[in-house]
């Protein structure tokens, strides 16, 4: 589990850089990105279990796959980061 966490933790900063460097993503679609990541980051930093993220897993999910659907087409890197988010969650059962 401890090489899955750390696989979420560097996934979460390829997100945070793809969203640096993508200067012209709306602003709807960076503000769920950042939420989401908030989220994520809270949560594993409260537990290391990752039960807290489980519990709202859902809605982050959900939020994600909606961005990752929508920058797709303008920003290819950022949803490829999006989706290997969304798969690293799934290897950890969230």
């Known amino acids: 589990m401890p090489e899955r966490s750390e696989k979420l933790r560097t996934t979460l900063a390829d997100l945070h850089q793809q969203l640096a460097e993508a200067g012209s993503l709306d602003a709807e679609s960076r503000a769920l990105l950042q939420g989401a990541l908030r989220e994520i980051l809270d949560a594993l930093e409260s537990s290391s279990s990752g039960a807290g993220l489980r519990a709202q897993s859902s809605s982050v999910i959900e939020r994600l796959r909606d961005v990752g ?18 798969d690293t969650l799934a290897s950890l059962g969230i």
């Open 69 to 86: 659907r929508r920058v797709e087409g303008e920003h290819p890197k950022l949803a490829a980061v999006v989706e290997r988010l969304l």
